[in-house]
């Protein structure tokens, strides 16, 4: 029999041969299922059969395997849950729409929140905030280094919180509390107080992320999750202009009561941020069915058909999506065996090296502007056309993906774009016109970023919410290592044309040109191996399987990885 997942207080499991109608236990467990006229049905509110509503074929379609699928006892959707449920097609469409409008809507303005904290060190760079502070372009990239080491190392003790206190409490937290630090920064005097808040800021927005996009998978099924990930990034991207246009005005304030604008800009941006986190902590639900309070009415914001729909749609896209509460504990148990899971490394290695490629360029830009003559108006404006270029770029390729529902060869469009453009870069004489370099700089800043495909790509092959919770963790983890290695490429010795830097940059993108490559090999060839298997087992023996099998998440014979 399968190992139920560790639990922590709040969620103890009912005594052995206790009866619960509403407490079928893990998938895979050979203990006796409960029926299920156990669960609520709710018919749909059109005459329409089964096979018209176009829902979705699941394995709770098989009579013979569906009752190792049932959900978890402890999982919060469960009086939902029912595998005869259908709908009509229009009916989903308004329950994702209404979804949009009530849940991420609000995700984005927090991922917009935690853009513009994060971020606006690069608009206080076109204020002479390292002249201000005694500083050179090293001093820089070591406070942007200790940063993302923070941000990396707080990444999974942030999500095992999160996972113990529900997303829809740790976030509004963390917010609040980045939120001071980030103000606190209109105080630095030198070096040391740059280092610190680096540090802390860092250390207190790791964990966001991931908590988000797990937050966010309870809702959304694995094909409408990347897509609804590109709203995160593009978000991002329409900080990044808003976000040139406030400094414009914020940096304007320079000398007003002895102050120079950057500190204006932290002190602006950073309240404000404090305020989102504060509304976040009584707006957010902890999950589809648990919306109502005083703040979001006493109805909640989905009738119990949209429920209904919203679970079931969910777990027949994938039942391990019901295989915990969400604010159960993962213990040390999962915690290893999650960290343990070497099919999902591949993606980590993407993660840590498809973006080094990118990130010098876009990090200096705003310097290299600078460096180029225009001014700090100029500098500001003149990142508009690349951050519009990549918002195209991001939501063009995340639809490519879904559509063709291929995911390596459409994320390695960014590595592609961006090998003959670094190229160009490398070679460009110093006395060529300085419009070409920004041309060039622009298109790579602008590159098909496939950061919503990889992430969504990684949770789909985790296999459960265990595995997810920690994987959404390491791989941002990843990310941020990205961005430490690509923080020591450009040196102040290379500049204004960072010659050397653009070199490694160049051999790093065929390196990762390869490892696309090596990718989509590797896990076609997990499908193929486990499919050999699998698809001799005739109905009995895959029963036994799933009832007597250790096997769990992705190592299962029936879960297939995406690529």
Same mark, same amino acid.
């Given at each position: 029999?399968?190992?139920?997942?560790?639990?922590?207080?709040?969620?103890?499991?009912?005594?052995?041969?206790?009866?619960?109608?509403?407490?079928?236990?893990?998938?895979?467990?050979?203990?006796?299922?409960?029926?299920?006229?156990?669960?609520?049905?709710?018919?749909?509110?059109?005459?329409?059969?089964?096979?018209?509503?176009?829902?979705?074929?699941?394995?709770?379609?098989?009579?013979?395997?569906?009752?190792?699928?049932?959900?978890?006892?402890?999982? /919060?959707?469960?009086?939902?849950?029912?595998?005869?449920?259908?709908?009509?097609?229009?009916?989903?469409?308004?329950?994702?729409?209404?979804?949009?409008? %009530?849940?991420?809507?609000?995700?984005?303005?927090?991922?917009?929140?935690?853009?513009?904290?994060?971020?606006?060190?690069?608009?206080?760079?076109?204020?002479?905030?390292?002249?201000?502070?005694?500083?050179?372009?090293?001093?820089?990239?070591? #406070?942007?280094?200790?940063?993302?080491?923070?941000?990396?190392?707080?990444?999974?003790?942030?999500?095992?919180?999160?996972?113990?206190?529900?997303?829809?409490?740790?976030?509004?937290?963390?917010?609040?509390?980045?939120?001071?630090?980030?103000?606190?920064?209109?105080?630095?005097? #030198?070096?040391?107080?740059?280092?610190?808040? +680096?540090?802390?800021?860092?250390?207190?927005?790791?964990?966001?992320?991931?908590?988000?996009?797990?937050?966010?998978?309870?809702?959304?099924?694995?094909?409408?999750?990347?897509?609804?990930?590109?709203?995160?990034?593009?978000?991002?991207?329409?900080?990044?202009?808003?976000?040139?246009?406030?400094?414009?005005?914020?940096?304007?304030?320079?000398?007003?009561?002895?102050?120079?604008?950057?500190?204006?800009?932290?002190?602006? /941006?950073?309240?404000?941020?404090?305020?989102?986190?504060?509304?976040?902590?009584?707006?957010?639900?902890?999950?589809?069915?648990?919306?109502?309070?005083?703040?979001?009415? /006493?109805?909640?914001?989905?009738?119990?058909?949209?429920?209904?729909?919203?679970?079931?749609?969910?777990?027949?896209?994938?039942?391990?999506?019901?295989?915990?509460?969400?604010?159960?504990?993962?213990?040390?148990?999962?915690?290893?065996?999650?960290?343990?899971?070497?099919?999902?490394?591949?993606?980590?290695?993407?993660?840590?090296?498809?973006?080094?490629?990118?990130?010098?360029?876009?990090?200096?830009?705003?310097?290299?502007? +600078?460096?180029?003559?225009?001014?700090?108006?100029?500098?500001?404006?003149?990142?508009?056309?690349?951050?519009?270029?990549?918002?195209?770029?991001?939501?063009?390729?995340? %639809?490519?993906?879904?559509?063709?529902?291929?995911?390596?060869?459409?994320?390695?469009?960014?590595?592609?774009?961006?090998?003959?453009?670094?190229?160009?870069?490398?070679?460009?004489?110093?006395?060529?016109?300085?419009?070409?370099?920004?041309?060039?700089?622009?298109?790579?800043?602008?590159?098909?970023?496939?950061?919503?495909?990889?992430?969504?790509?990684?949770?789909?092959?985790?296999?459960?919410? +265990?595995?997810?919770?920690?994987?959404?963790?390491?791989?941002?983890?990843?990310?941020?290592?990205?961005?430490?290695?690509?923080?020591?490429?450009?040196?102040?010795?290379?500049?204004?044309?960072?010659?050397?830097?653009?070199?490694?940059?160049?051999?790093?993108?065929?390196?990762?040109?390869?490892?696309?490559?090596?990718? %989509? !090999?590797?896990?076609?060839?997990?499908?193929?191996? !486990?499919?050999?298997?699998?698809? %001799?087992?005739?109905?009995?023996?895959?029963?036994?399987?799933?009832?007597?099998?250790?096997?769990?998440?992705?190592?299962?014979?029936?879960?297939?990885?995406?690529?």
């Amino acid at each position: 029999m399968r190992n139920s997942p560790p639990v922590n207080e709040d969620f103890k499991q009912p005594a052995k041969g206790s009866s619960s109608p509403t407490a079928p236990l893990l998938s895979g467990s050979n203990e006796p299922k409960n029926s299920y006229d156990s669960f609520e049905t709710i018919p749909p509110t059109d005459d329409v059969t089964r096979e018209q509503s176009g829902v979705q074929e699941s394995v709770f379609d098989d009579p013979v395997l569906a009752h190792f699928y049932q959900p978890h006892y402890l999982y /919060e959707g469960l009086h939902r849950f029912d595998p005869r449920a259908y709908w009509t097609k229009t009916e989903e469409e308004n329950v994702v729409k209404k979804i949009d409008a %009530k849940i991420m809507s609000w995700c984005c303005v927090m991922f917009i929140a935690l853009q513009l904290d994060r971020g606006n060190i690069k608009q206080a760079m076109t204020d002479n905030f390292l002249g201000d502070l005694g500083m050179n372009t090293n001093d820089y990239n070591i #406070g942007q280094a200790i940063f993302y080491a923070c941000f990396l190392c707080a990444e999974l003790p942030s999500q095992m919180l999160s996972k113990k206190f529900g997303p829809h409490r740790w976030i509004p937290i963390q917010m609040v509390l980045w939120s001071i630090v980030a103000a606190a920064q209109c105080r630095l005097t #030198g070096r040391t107080s740059f280092y610190i808040t +680096r540090g802390l800021v860092g250390m207190i927005e790791g964990g966001f992320i991931p908590t988000a996009i797990l937050y966010l998978s309870y809702f959304y099924t694995s094909k409408e999750l990347p897509v609804r990930l590109s709203w995160f990034w593009t978000g991002t991207a329409l900080t990044g202009i808003a976000a040139s246009f406030l400094a414009c005005g914020i940096l304007s304030l320079r000398g007003s009561l002895g102050w120079e604008g950057w500190r204006y800009l932290f002190v602006i /941006e950073g309240t404000a941020t404090g305020i989102v986190g504060v509304i976040s902590w009584f707006y957010m639900p902890p999950s589809p069915t648990q919306t109502k309070s005083k703040f979001r009415g /006493e109805d909640g914001w989905f009738t119990p058909r949209e429920e209904v729909i919203m679970i079931n749609r969910v777990l027949r896209d994938d039942p391990t999506k019901g295989d915990m509460h969400n604010r159960q504990s993962i213990g040390a148990s999962g915690f290893m065996k999650s960290l343990m899971d070497y099919d999902l490394w591949p993606l980590y290695l993407v993660g840590v090296m498809a973006y080094i490629p990118m990130n010098p360029p876009i990090s200096y830009l705003t310097l290299t502007l +600078r460096d180029l003559g225009f001014d700090v108006l100029q500098s500001n404006l003149m990142t508009i056309p690349a951050t519009i270029l990549l918002i195209f770029m991001l939501l063009k390729i995340t %639809k490519l993906s879904g559509k063709y529902a291929e995911k390596t060869f459409i994320a390695s469009f960014g590595v592609l774009w961006t090998f003959p453009l670094l190229v160009m870069l490398r070679f460009l004489p110093s006395t060529m016109n300085p419009w070409w370099k920004y041309a060039i700089t622009t298109l790579i800043c602008g590159h098909p970023y496939p950061h919503a495909i990889l992430v969504g790509w990684n949770s789909a092959n985790s296999g459960s919410v +265990r595995t997810r919770s920690v994987s959404a963790a390491i791989y941002n983890m990843a990310v941020q290592s990205s961005s430490i290695i690509s923080s020591t490429i450009y040196r102040e010795d290379d500049r204004p044309d960072y010659r050397r830097g653009n070199t490694v940059l160049i051999f790093i993108a065929i390196f990762d040109i390869f490892l696309f490559i090596g990718v %989509k !090999k590797y896990y076609v060839w997990r499908n193929k191996t !486990k499919e050999e298997i699998w698809g %001799k087992m005739n109905t009995t023996e895959r029963a036994n399987y799933l009832a007597t099998t250790a096997d769990e998440g992705n190592k299962r014979l029936d879960f297939r990885f995406q690529h």
